[in-house]
């Protein structure tokens, strides 16, 4: 390898590269560093990459001549829909040796199809776009995220995203039905049905989501939907502890069943932090409480039915001395600025310094047991450190962020980030749960998962990985 400096990374041969650009033409293949920037730069920061090439194909078949080039020539690719992913699967590393794939031109939807409740869409399809397209269908897609303006639908289902609707319809992985994947051979996987029902042999397609584009290049898609719900009512809920939020969700599943579609627990940190730094946000309650829950119920049959069924919920709540305080929206925007109360909350806490954070999970019976236990270990590692816990309490996902001591040093506390991951971590697994419940492995967590996860386990990817990919070129360095 030549030795060259970060602004220089012309690591591939420029013969190699001509290829490859031809194969999308020069307008799709970007080799100016100004115009490479975006594309190796983790959007926290965290990650900058280096590459001579950025492709930009316009169809499957063009990622397959990509792939059956890069698989002949050993060069290793880094496919990337939204560069929105948080654990920096979507970046390439510093050698330079990586061209980076980006599938925002394989944007079309195929098909949306009201009989079979599915949509065909396209791996770069906007999450936001695509919602929008099964609304206008009079159906839902129900993966919401933070980021659903510029995530795509390849990423979402590389890192088998999660977001608030998970509680109801499951992750991206329960949403989908089909793939079609372009192997590193350049052999295209073609699976896109519509079944719900189909037991011939092993489900190939779960290999492919989730597995953050190291098995292959998801190029399309084909996608549940659901029924509009005919009610949609949302309530903020004041409460004392974590420990009557769980009883809260309780009361509510015995109630509601699967009419409860969201059940949001927000501490009074990052409650706090929002009222502070949020735009346009007002305050959901009058008082303040230790722990907040946004909660909503959709009723298949009307409006009339759903607001009745979360009102008797809620007065279930307060006549056990379970809820301290709640308001039920009167309209539809107000449950919209509830909604987006949620939505902003991760970003409110840059503006308070450095932080650690933690995408984690535990059996939902563990979580207050787990947020009394993971307080201590966070503040023996750093006193004074202000806990941030948020999350998805109907499906145990909370994202459980650290914010430096107030008034402290960013770079001291970032110092500490391995000894924090692995203080909170080790409480996580002392409850039997996941250091990584919806953001994936990537970079981040690779080391961690290695060292930690049963051996068998690592053996059985490696074998995976090995028999979808034996010159090792697809997304190298993440995951395993």
Known sequence: MNDQSDDQPFDIDPALIDRFAAIVGDKYALRDQADIAPYITERRGLWHGRTSLVLRPGSVEEVSRIMRLATESGTPVVPQSGNTGLVGAQVPDKSGHDIVLSLSRLNRIREIDVLSN????????????????????DRLFPLSLAAQGSCQIGGNLSSNAGGTGVLAYGNARELCLGVEVVL?????????RKLKKDNTGYDLKNLFVGAEGTLGVITAAVLKLFPKP??????????????????LFTLATDQAGVALTAFELIGKRPYDFTLKHGQGITRPLADDWPW??????SSGRSEEDGRALI???????????????????????????????REVLPECQKPEGASIKHDISVPIASIPDFIETAAGAVASVSPG????????????????NISRPEGGDDEAFLALYRPMNNAVHDVVRSFHGSISAEHGIGQLKRDELIATAPPMAIDLMRRVKAAFDPAGIMNPGKVI
């Not at 590193?184 to 896109?192: H, K, N, R």
């Not at 005919?230 to 009883?247: I, P, T």
């Not at 379970?322 to 929206?329: E, H, K, M, S």
Request: overall charge negative; hydrophobic content about 50%.
């Open 292 to 297: 907040y829950v946004l909660m909503q119920v």
């Open 184 to 192: 590193p051979t350049g052999e295209v996987f073609d699976d896109l």
């Open 118 to 137: 599915t949509i065909t869409a396209e791996a770069g399809v906007i999450l936001q776009t695509l919602q929008e397209a099964a609304d206008a269908a």
């Open 230 to 247: 005919k009610g949609r009512e949302v309530a903020f809920v004041g409460l004392s502890s974590a420990k009557a939020a769980l009883s």
């Open 311 to 341: 009102e008797e919920i809620l007065s279930a709540g307060l006549e056990k001395g379970i809820v301290g305080d709640a308001v039920v929206t009167a309209s539809l925007a107000q449950g919209d600025a509830f909604w987006n109360f």
């Open 385 to 400: 450190a202000r806990v941030v816990c948020f999350g998805h309490m109907g499906d145990g996902n909370l994202h459980y």
